[in-house]
């Protein structure tokens, strides 16, 4: 039982989205009828939002917007569509066919996000349905890949530990079937393409309005904390011990996203309830979500992640709400440690004669191109292999659990294509992420993936002066503050306000465990650079041994340390 | 045939004038008598304006016509001629020029004492046709060889069993048409032979109007009133228009000047001197005097990735005073392209300044080339004018009078060609210009609401480009505007009136407009105005092209209209976006329930853009909607879609 009654606004204060979903009928809307609109390619808002529901949500080509206008021509619309992977983890037919599925479709390209999830981009509305139903066919889905639901679970897919992995990877995943809403409207909306009569819905986890916001869980297996932990709304630390899986630390109200000019907004790394039992793991979540779904802010949609529920009402009352709803408190946090967040890239040899292949991809992003025919690359592999892929949080892949006699084959192709495993290149290139944005992304206000290459070129050439040239900063830049790629738990945060102008954020840790703290507001590329670099040559010059970046600039006392999201805006 | 005398009992003239004119008609030959009857016509006109100079100063253009007209119907009749009775004309208008010819014609008619009806032949009843004595015919022709909407339902009819014997009918056929097309003035030429056929008798020789068509309209009509009012005239004499070279006989008198009716027909150009004059209510601006209207916008409709380009074209016409209505059109009087121009005039080793004579002035032969002569059409009768300058094979091709040939060399030709295959050199510029077909202008259906937007016009312009003969080749009008026309340049523009083409006169009417690619326009302006007069009847577009992302024209303005509640439904079709190409009329299909519903309460349906294609398939699916939903016979479907027509619920403007 609750100690407190949850609150209810006076509907007038609830916020259109909850207006919306409340009427959608669990998620229907008007989606039929907008897609089967011909005079546009979008469809309207309202009907948006529920998409988002459904795992895919409106775009269009930034880069062309004005010029449209101008010639009276709609944006040019089109829809990103998401598909789940919990953990990151397919099989090569599943990788075929989201392959095919972005030939056909998807202008060629394939993205892999930093959610461990895929994304196909530029699906126009009159094939929307057929991708999505294409997708299904493959046995994969994208319900609440967005929209205010629990979203894809990450999961480390760490090639070292097998069994833990496995042990990890099916409790996360059952856990995110368990979060899954059940509403019939994607089924009819998808795959059968008409209105069914007399549905009876329901959502038993949700209720008819479903989460005020967002819900992001993902399970770390430490040493390695590449799924950030911190920045999940619900985080679980694996505990393992002597190679079996014990329980799992919980760990609450982490989250990325701000606004600019809002301090009342801010990233906010989770705190560590407590430990409980692997078995107890699809109980917690659901707990916890339900908390959030009758405590979270459905006022405001810029103060409704579980973080500010936590923040707003204390880590005390969130125990005791959580302990009166399980019937039972968790145990005493358990010891962890981690020592790493990006990939170890490369072949890794498994315990059961079984070896892994760790490859790096350059923001995620697969495509054709004549110097880099990336999408057949992988293609050709997944064919090879015939097994198990399985997306990173950093967006590489791990052709996972290469038999001995596939394994040369795979290499052959690795090579033909120049595909890198981590030889080649810069570390710092394979710690750091960037995000979409430009010129898909609707939030964007900056470059991201499209700068992100020659942002990196001119850091390597910059650690290269400065005798730096193998070291591994992470440097993670969004187009936007609501941070996809968790830019605020990076040493280097680069992210977006105009174009060309960036917020240049310092001081977070190595293994994302510490928020960073703006140190340049509002920066053209040139500024960033050249405030960078003396920095650099100063770390170069006094860090300690085994001293990374990100903590050398809190003990030089460049920028403060943020102890808390609360904190995050205060100067440095 | 004898002459009566005049007398003061049979004439209006006191016994001084009687006696002083029968002196001098006593002494008049044949040639002079017609002359003189020329002479009076103008005369009488001036006399009406109330203009003439004292001592009667005749009118500056009227010259002696060529040969004979028809005989007199009323030959054999003695006395005072008999063949007088009451006029009727008859016009068959689709962009509104015959119908406008047709008034003046009926003005000058009253104006010398005739009775005179005028009829659209769509309001015409065919029973009345046997008890007419003058019919005076001005008909259009459009694409290839298609009557006007409106007179189809006379066409056919006249061309049934159902038409009656005509023998006491005395006829005349004024022709418009585009000499460009290979059905010049088809409508009119067939009508004035079926006329014939049925025993009625020529007034005077059809004249086929090209689409200047100003000058032969005018000598056509005086001669068919010096014709009629031959009771009054002692003898049988004809005014001819100045200028034309051309002669006419029985088949008719072609007159070879710009301008026209014939396909998205424009006309003329030339600040020509006074030619002989139209009423006085004839607007400021014409196409023989456009207004100089400055270029506000100037782009691609047209997306990225387009392999069409469509302008948008804003231009101002503030303190022009010109005004318009939804449906009508303003035609540009382009210029040639520089290029060709210039490799004319190196072909033919003239030089770009040497002078040359436009109507009354000299100009630099590179200026009156880019701006007053058509180059990039080439007409049987330009290629028969410029044969005789040809060396080799163009004469003996005229010679031959082979039609085909030179029709076969004329498609995606111009002139420039034609001297360079038949090596014509060596000619002054002063004997080649003037023989050149003077630049005729092209019509575009304005896209917006004079209501809404007094100063501005905006055009919808196809630009048209393709290759033929291994050069380049563009139409002259749509490249001007989207190559070499920017915002702040100035453009000849004139007004075009569209009386078949007019939004309801019902606000509350519902409207269904198909209109694919360019005909969209005139619909654009339609909606305009409705919105802007708070029209409430219904309204809905059937819009095609060949693909949505970057082909649909106006779609944020459909968007903004949809959302609004003005337009009520909008059906798309875009037929390179899908295996199966798709087309408005498949939309139509799809919708056909609500398509007959809508035309039982009364819905307008209007349709404008393609002629060859587009027009028949939307007419064929319409008469299946009606025949289907209505449960009728093809004929009965026929009927019902003729009398939409005749309600003026149904109207079309194609090209």
Known sequence: MSRYEPPQPPPEKLSEVEHNKAASRFLRGTLLESLADRVTSGIPERDNQLLKFHGSYLQDDRDLRNERAKQKLEPAWSFMVRVRAPGGVVVADQWLALTDLARRYGGNSLRLTSRQAFELHGIIKWQLQDTIAGINAALLSTIAACGDVNRNVMCTPNPHQSKAHAQVWQWVQRMGEHLTPRTRAYHEIWVERRKVVDTRDEEPIYGPTYLPRKFKIGAAIPPCNDVDVFSQDLGFIAIVEKGELIGFNVVVGGGMGMTHGEPATYPQVGTVLGFHAPEELIDVAEKVVTIQRDYGDRTNRKHARLKYTIDDRGVDWFIEELAARRGRALQPARPFEFTERGDRFGWTDGPDGRSHLTLYVECGRLRDTPERPLLTAFEEIARAHGGEMRLTPSQNVIVAGVAPERRAEIERIASR????????????????????????????????????????????????????????????????????????????????????????????????????????ENADTEEIFASLEPIIRQFAAERKSGEHFGDYVIRAGIVAPVTSGRDFHSPR | MSTPLLKVENSPFNAEQVALLNQLLGTLSAEQAQWLSGYLTAFQRVLQAGAVAPGGAAPAVVVPSVSAVQEDAGSGAGGAVGGGGPVTVLYGSQTGNAARLAQQLAKRAKAVGLSVAVHCMSEFKTSQLKKLANLLVVVSTHGEGEPPDKAKEFYDFLFSKRAPRLESLRYSVLALGDITYKQFCHTGRQIDLRLEELGAKRLRGRMDCDVDYREPADQWMAEVLAELTATKAPAKLALVGAGQAAGHGAAGHVCTGACGSQGQAGLVSLSLPAAPVFDAEEPVYDRSRPFSAEVIENYNLNGRGSDKETRYVKLLLEGSGIRFAPGDSLGIVPENHPSLVDDLISAMGWRPDEPVRVGKHDLELREALLQHYELTQLTRPLMEQLSEFSTDGLADMVARGDAEAMENYAKGRDVLDLVRDFGIRGVAANQFVPRLRKMPGRLYSISSSYAANPDEADLTIAAVRYQAHGRARYGVCSVYCAERVKPGDRVRVYPNENPNFRLPADPDAPMIMVGPGTGAAPFRAFLEEREELGATGKNWLFFGDRRFRTDFLYQTDWLRWRSSGLLTRIDVAFSRDTSQKVYVQHRMAERAREIYDWLQEGAYFYVCGDQKAMAPDVHAQLRAIVQQQGGLSGAAADDYLAELQRQNRYQRDVY
């Open chain 1, 417 to 520: 294509y120049a595909l890198d495993d981590g030889s080649g290149g810069s570390a710092v290139r394979r710690e750091s992420m960037a995000c979409v944005s430009f010129p898909l992304c609707p939030l964007a206000m900056a470059e991201a993936e499209r700068y992100f290459p020659d942002l990196m070129t001119r850091l390597e050439r910059m650690l290269a002066d400065a005798g730096l040239a193998s070291e591994p900063i992470v440097v993670r830049m969004t187009g936007c503050p609501n941070g996809c790629v968790r830019p605020y738990l990076a040493e280097i945060g680069l992210v977006g306000k105009a174009l060309g102008r960036y917020n240049l954020y310092l001081g977070g840790d190595r293994v994302g465990t510490r928020l960073n703290r703006l140190f340049r």
